[in-house]
Each structure stands twice: as C-alpha cells, then as structure tokens.
C-alpha cells in the first residue's frame, strides 16, 4: 500500500484484470480522484477492467477532488513528479511521470480522456453553452471558470470537456466487444496464424539457405501458447 501523492492518505489497492492474462494492482484515491499506475500498468489494462474502473469513476464524480499540491512526489521513490502530455487517438491527455520509470500519476478525468470517454467542446458548441450558462466547473480540479473569458481553466490548463453520452456508449460497446473477443478465443484461428507464421519461418530459412531442422515438427501446445500470450 502507498501513499498518495496529493493528501499522503493510504491508497485503495485492488487486482484488476491485465492483458493477456492475470491481474495488476492499482492504487486509488478517491476524495483527490487520482489513480497510480506502476510503469506499463494503464496500457496493459484489459477491456473489462477499464469498464469497471469507468464504473468506480462514476461512483465518486459528485464529490469535487481535493485541490493538488503544486508539488508531487513519486509515491515509490520519492523524487519530483515530471508533468507530461500525451496522446491517444485523438484525445490530448496530462499526467504527472516519475522521471525515474517507477510509473505515473493520473487524475480520474484525465484517465477518462485517455480512454475516449471525455472529449473537449468544439469552439461552436463553447458558444452555445455560453448562451446557457455564465460558469462552470472543470472537469479536471474543480475550479470555476467564467465562460465569457474562459476556455480552459487558469489553474490545470484542462479545456472545457463534456462526458459525451454517444461517445461513452461507443466506447463501452467498443470495450466490451474487445473483453467478449478476449475471452471466447477460437482454437482454429490460433492454430492457423501459427501455421502461416512456421511456413513464413521455412520460406525464409530455404531461401536463405541457412540450417535449419524443418521437420523437427510443430509444437502446437508451446507454439500456440507463445502466439497467445503475445
């Protein structure tokens, strides 16, 4: 259990499903919305665990997080959080990295950007939500922000967001196709795909005339195994 990097407060720990099997351990703080991900845990991630973190989520967005200190350290090794930007698909996110590789700091809006559940408005429709209302609250600490001036909060930087309902259902449906497909794997298809790769394997070895024991047989337990757990 670690502390976390915005209160000091012991974080939630739990087992969430990774790919291509087993289980990684994540820590949650819910009052400050911040989720640590140890190096490689966010891309490794099942379908079906990211649905249920969307889930956690959504439990606890009544409750505005707890503003975060200007300074965050690494709750493994203690050195300075580094800011990042990054990308995925279309969708720009921020979190906080250790410089070291220990792994990275994500708020709970940010993690909802990088999975395609939060999009940014488009200047047109900040124009109509400014007919609407004078203020909102962001997405991403909490502040205020004075729409007749404002398009990204002055505090985070985060740009006016929406949960699109459209784009959460797509992406659901996306995610759960992608967990259904994990989990019903269909044995021809795999032994196929490794059968091409063992005939692009002898194709190769004859042609460039290197040594090789073709008739040593295929494994298809081991071989098929190995092209699973890729």
């Known amino acids: 259990m670690i502390g976390c990097p ?5 974080m939630a720990h739990g087992p969430y499903e990774r790919k291509p099997s087993g289980s990684t351990d994540l820590d949650l703080c819910h009052p400050c919305h911040l989720i640590w991900f140890d190096q490689y845990e966010s891309p490794s991630l099942t379908p079906g665990a990211v649905i249920r973190l969307f889930g956690e989520i959504h439990a606890h ?19 300075p959080l580094v800011p990042t930007h990054d990308f995925h698909g279309t969708n720009r996110f921020t979190y906080h990295r250790c410089a070291s590789g220990c792994g990275r700091l994500s708020t709970f809006f940010q993690f909802l950007r990088e999975k395609h559940f939060v999009r940014s408005l488009a200047p047109h429709e900040v124009e109509g939500l400014r007919a609407q209302v004078a203020q909102v609250r962001c997405s991403s600490c909490g502040a205020r922000l004075e729409l007749e001036r404002e398009t990204a909060c002055r505090y985070c930087r985060a740009p006016i967001s929406i949960l699109d309902a459209d784009a959460v259902r797509k992406t659901l449906a996306q995610l759960d196709a992608k967990e259904q497909a994990r989990r019903h794997i269909d044995p021809a298809a795999a032994v196929a795909a490794v059968l091409d790769g063992e005939r692009a394997r002898r194709r190769v070895a004859h042609a460039s005339g290197a040594r090789r024991d073709v008739d040593a047989g295929v494994d298809l337990v081991g071989e098929v195994l190995d092209f699973l757990m890729q």
């Not at 915005?6 to 012991?10: E, F, V």
């Open 61 to 79: 967005h009544d409750t505005p997080p707890r503003p975060l200190p200007d300074r965050l350290a690494c709750p493994r090794c203690r050195k």
């Open 6 to 10: 915005g209160c000091a407060a012991p």
